[in-house]
């Protein structure tokens, strides 16, 4: 099952294929999302249905991109069957991807440009690459902070590590505290 937006503020849950890794590269896993949060940047294309059939919105799994699940097969030496995840699920990093920002290398990216299938993370299942997902301890409700989490994460590899360093952080909201 997956929701699929077909129109503003019309959101549907239905059946949906099982992905495959068949089709996907090296270093993609297929996973089981358990919890799944909805995000601000989601609202206007719920809200307004100029917005809604875009590059991804459009597909099953809508566009959830906050997902916690579990790996249930993997083509990644990283990640094995049964691993916790906070992993972005395909429709989000192809979109993104595809607009090869200043951080785009195709060296790196260009794989997640290959043909994947496309699924948002409201699905049960979709695919992922280790490039865009991060191992968890657990799947817990308690991790549904995930869009935080990847904030936090995301923000923590790109200044490496911080060990005998003065570190400033601004603002307590939740994604401070994940960081302190």
Partial sequence: FAARLFSSRR???????LPSLDECPPGSILVQAKYASLCGSDLPYF???????SCYWDRDGFCGHEVI??????KSERYKAGDAVMALPSSYFKAHCGSK??????????????????????SQVYT???????KLRECVPRMLVAQGLGTVLRMAKRIGPVIGKIVVILGQGQNGLLAT
């Fill in 128 to 134: 992922s690459h280790e490039l865009y997902s991060s």
């Fill in 11 to 17: 959101l549907e849950v239905l059946r949906s294929p």
């Fill in 69 to 74: 699940g579990v790996v249930l097969a993997s």
């Fill in 101 to 122: 920002q200043e951080w785009y290398k195709d060296e790196v990216h260009g794989v997640l440009l290959r043909n994947f299938p496309v699924r948002g993370g409201f």
């Fill in 47 to 53: 809200r307004n249905s100029a917005k809604s059939a």
